[in-house]
């Protein structure tokens, strides 16, 4: 089972950024999509970004797109999430996750392969 451990959140004004790392145990990182969602108070965990193996193929939820950019480096085994424009209803509690996913679509919560992580905290006050 890879572990997944996820950083970088906390508290930011409207229009401010923050990038987020997760960091993924194990050997199998760069054969695997990565994907990040978020889970806000009282709401379902949904998909924010998505990034395909090599990093050629990244899908974005529309209420992100143009503000978040998903990258990763796949000798470090790390996934990043830049944050732009934030917005107060970005608040919640980020997750990141390998993705059963190729490229094709938005994936979703019934893609990822590993039991969730602690997640990270962003607050983004108005």
């Known amino acids: 089972q890879v572990q997944l451990v996820e950083s970088g959140g906390g508290l930011v004004q409207a229009g401010g950024s923050l990038r987020l790392s997760c960091t993924a145990s194990?050997?199998?990182?760069?054969?695997?999509?990565m994907g990040w969602f978020r889970q806000a108070p009282g709401k379902e965990r949904e998909f924010v970004a998505a990034?395909?193996?090599?990093?050629?193929?990244?899908r974005y939820a529309d209420s992100v797109k143009g503000r978040f950019t998903i990258s990763r480096d796949n000798a470090k085994n790390t996934v990043y999430l830049q944050m732009n424009s934030l917005k107060p209803e970005d608040t919640a509690v980020y997750f990141c996750?390998?993705?059963?996913?190729?490229?094709?679509?938005?994936?979703?919560?019934?893609?990822?392969?590993?039991?969730w992580g602690q997640g990270t905290l962003v607050t983004v006050s108005s």
């Open positions: 996750n390998r993705l059963s996913w190729y490229g094709s679509g938005n994936p979703n919560v019934g893609n990822v392969l590993d039991a």
């Open positions: 194990g050997r199998s990182f760069s054969i695997y999509g």
């Open positions: 990034i395909s193996q090599k990093g050629a193929s990244t």
